[in-house]
């Protein structure tokens, strides 16, 4: 009956949904008031009755109701309750209504705090979400009916793919789904400012929160996807330019360049096309992100819906939004005028850098990504050439160079005509750092790696040149030391959520740099009471035991760490069999410290009592991680800056801190 | 001629989506084999260090066989190497070995010294020239090979128990009918 429920509450819903793209539009259009605010009620509703749907969903997982045939092929009655609830979106049509709800969560959120957005604004970006809600729901409903029944109900459940139980990956679909649903704000204020023919920096005070947001879900969701790589798949890497991670991947970097080109629009009324574009780019990869996922047009480890007649009807509705906005785009776009002029050597040409790095970055993930598709299309499915890491590195390092090197400068840089002499005189002291850390790098490392020198010289460089601007912004040691204070007190979120983010990137630089240039790894074949040495660390092992867990068996096995003789850790790496689905899965044991993690796989029992053993040092792989979260707390404090906020539109005087920097 | 860069995002997805399409009919789970129902490529390999005899493709003539891809790097392959071991006790189909890719000429000969010797006859092709030939993706990798020397199937990574029950054995019985 609850199941019945949730299905009817999205049919409602769908229906909702068809009139609050139709009738705040046609109310715009016409300056009729009473159709534009329909668009509230509408957005409302909408995220009620998916609520209701996602709710009962939910509820069948939670109880194991095996009448139910996605329960059914996915969950199982002895799953712990976490992967139960996660359950309900790590399969394809649970997960396309997280899409769906998270959509109609962003719609209820401009309607609840967009109530002083100018009303033709706030009612065509609804009527958008609404029209991108309606091919969701026709998708959902048509070709992926979650609440499908399985009659008879079955005895048990199949089991959730044991890959993906593991609290990385219960959240990582959330926070990515986030991030992808959050870049939709964006594309529909952008649609919205293409109908209206206009762009000005209320507008991109709009925008800015929403991108702000999902650009802080997606690097969240990032983060966990290549973390649980990095655990779950046993290999010691995080990131394998996978098409399902560079889905990802790209709109975070259309979103970091439509962050930084949004400041532009808003300080120097310029690059407005150019930013509308990159609203829409933004989203349309994360509709290519869900499009390449679920329709097996590119194969990949973790896809986990592979059918394409969904693909058919993903791809019309790609050609829709997508084919659709790039032709307002093309149509309305020359009339968005810019009236800034720009000068190279300026804050804003130091953001224009940036966006022609990230953009170029897109491009070239969007081309690694699809060329087995092109050469696939063109020999009629005879050559599945994929593009791999050495491609991605060859072309990716060269780009961040000159960006990281720029990102230290454009903070320095004035708007409008800057001085880069003076910006450069003043970065003596990062300069220097870099000097440093290279030269102590130099005298460390073993086996001399050119690449692992120029990762840590731009770590350096740009950790140390963010700092030096904020002590630039303080006055620090220029003014009286409670004078720094005090502007340091008064300093706006958002400059400090620059400075976080900018600093997070220098130790994601440097984490990357450590893991991906100095790995030691070690596989051999071990038998109890061998020790081997891996990065000046000892590990001996002492066997492998069967081991039982709540729904899976496992052999686990043991190593004694130690280093010069003094124990460090006990590691209990396991290699798990998961009892309903027979599939077996790597559960590295970890050890991080400080410069690095000690990383251990066991693996399959070899003839005369011996295993498989591979064993890892990983340094600085923990930096990644961190840095991120200083990334993404960057984020959350920008967005908290009032300026910024939801719902503060309206034009403030030149606040203090941008005045003390100018 | 400015307005027309704005209709460049357009066409640009309009190529994009014409490859969608085309790429939405082919089944991305199957690996192309160009071999399959072709004879096995000409290729005569030198002998692993310590043995006598070499690995040819004119050795395959005459009966069913398996050709195996493997290397002592290769951790996939000492997954599948037990049951390689028990296909070879029990006597079911000759499997000829091609050591892939070995830095150290000593490496392959030592691994199957430690591991038992599955193979009938092994070719050392430390510069990939058989592996080219063949298509080699990864390793391991098996070709299964009838009496007349033509590639009847490939299959990608290990062999293990389901592989052989489901697919393997079949086709071997068949193809020694």
Known sequence: ?662 | MKRALYFLPLLVFAVLAGYFYVGLGMDPRTLPNMLEGKPVPAFDLAPIKGRERGFANTDLLGQVTLVNVFGSWCIACQAEHPFLMRIKEAGWVPIYGIDWRERDPDAGPLWLRKWGDPYTVVGDDPKSHAAIAFGVTGAPETFLVDKQGVVRYKQVGPITPEVWEGTLWPLIQELRK
């Open chain 1, 1 to 662: 009956m609850i199941i019945e429920i949730g299905h009817f509450a999205l049919v409602l819903a769908l229906f909702v949904a068809v009139v609050q793209a139709a009738v705040p539009m046609a109310g715009a259009q016409r300056g009729d008031a009473a159709w534009m605010a329909v668009a509230r009620p509408a957005a409302l509703a909408q995220f009620l009755l998916v609520a209701v749907a996602f709710g009962c969903l939910t509820h069948a997982f939670v109880t194991s109701d095996f009448s139910v045939l996605n329960v059914a092929q996915n969950s199982h009655s002895t799953k712990p309750m976490l992967y139960k609830v996660s359950g309900v979106w790590g399969n394809h049509e649970g997960s396309m209504l997280l899409w769906v709800l998270i959509l109609a969560v962003f719609g209820c959120a401009v309607a609840l705090f967009g109530r002083n957005l100018p009303p033709g604004l706030r009612s065509r970006a609804l009527a958008i979400q609404g029209l991108i809600s309606v091919g969701f729901l026709l998708f959902i409903l048509f070709t992926s009916n979650p609440f499908a029944r399985l009659l008879p109900a079955a005895r048990d459940g199949q089991g959730l793919n044991p890959l993906l139980q593991d609290p990385g990956l219960a959240f990582h679909p959330p926070f990515l789904y986030l991030g992808y649903v959050g870049f939709s704000m964006a594309f529909s204020f952008a649609i919205a400012a293409l109908i209206e023919g206009r762009v000005d920096a209320a507008w991109a005070r709009w925008v800015r929160p929403w991108t702000l947001a999902a650009w802080s879900f997606l690097t969240v969701g990032i983060g966990l996807g290549s973390w649980w790589a990095y655990y779950e798949l046993g290999w010691g890497g995080f990131w394998f330019w996978d098409p399902v991670e560079n889905a990802s991947f790209m709109p975070w970097l259309a979103g970091t360049a439509l962050l930084h080109s949004s400041i532009v629009v808003e300080k120097r009324d310029t690059m407005k096309a150019w930013t509308v574009f990159l609203a829409i780019v933004a989203f349309s990869l994360s509709l290519l992100g869900t499009f390449l996922v679920r329709s097996g047009v590119l194969t990949s480890v973790h896809a986990f819906a592979t059918d394409p007649k969904r693909g058919v009807f993903i791809l019309i509705l790609l050609i829709i939004v997508i084919g659709g906005s790039l032709a307002l785009f093309a149509w309305r776009g020359p009339q968005l005028k810019s009236t800034g002029l720009f000068q190279p050597v300026s804050r804003e040409g130091a953001l224009l850098l940036n966006n022609l790095m990230m953009t170029v970055g897109t491009a070239v993930v969007l081309l690694g990504t699809l060329y087995p598709l092109f050469t696939d299309a063109m020999t009629g499915g005879q050559s599945k050439v994929s593009v791999g890491a050495p491609f991605y590195n060859a072309v990716f390092v060269p780009l961040m160079i000159p960006m990281i090197a720029a990102m230290a400068v454009g903070p320095m840089l004035s708007w409008k005509r800057g001085d880069l002499g003076a910006a450069l005189t003043r970065l003596w002291l990062a300069c220097a750092a870099a000097a440093v850390a290279v030269a102590v790098t130099w005298l460390v490392q073993t086996g001399g790696s050119v690449l692992g020198l120029i990762g840590v010289l731009f770590a350096a460089w740009l950790a140390v040149g963010t700092l030096v601007e904020l002590a630039e912004r303080v006055r620090l040691f220029r003014a009286p030391a409670g004078e720094s204070l005090r502007r340091l007190a008064r300093l706006p979120r958002a400059a400090w959520g620059m400075t976080l983010a900018h600093f997070g990137l220098a130790v994601v630089v440097a984490g990357i740099t450590g893991a991906g240039v100095w790995k030691v790894e070690s596989i051999q074949a071990m038998k109890p009471g061998d020790s081997v040495d891996v990065a000046g660390y000892t590990y001996t092992f002492h066997g492998a035991q069967e081991h039982q867990g709540p729904n899976y068996s496992a052999l686990r096995g043991k190593f004694t760490v130690s280093r010069g003789g003094e124990p460090v850790v006990d590691l209990w790496p396991e290699k798990r069999v998961y009892t309903v689905r027979a599939m077996p899965t790597t559960e590295a044991a970890i050890h991080p410290t400080f410069w690095g993690d000690l990383y251990a796989v066991v693996g399959d029992a070899q003839p005369g009592g011996s295993f498989v053993t591979r064993l890892y040092f990983n340094p600085l792989v923990g930096w990644m991680w961190a840095g991120g979260l200083i990334m993404v707390l960057g984020g959350v404090l920008s967005l908290s800056d009032r300026r910024y906020r939801v719902g503060a539109p309206t034009r403030r005087r030149v606040p203090a801190g941008a005045a003390a920097r100018a």
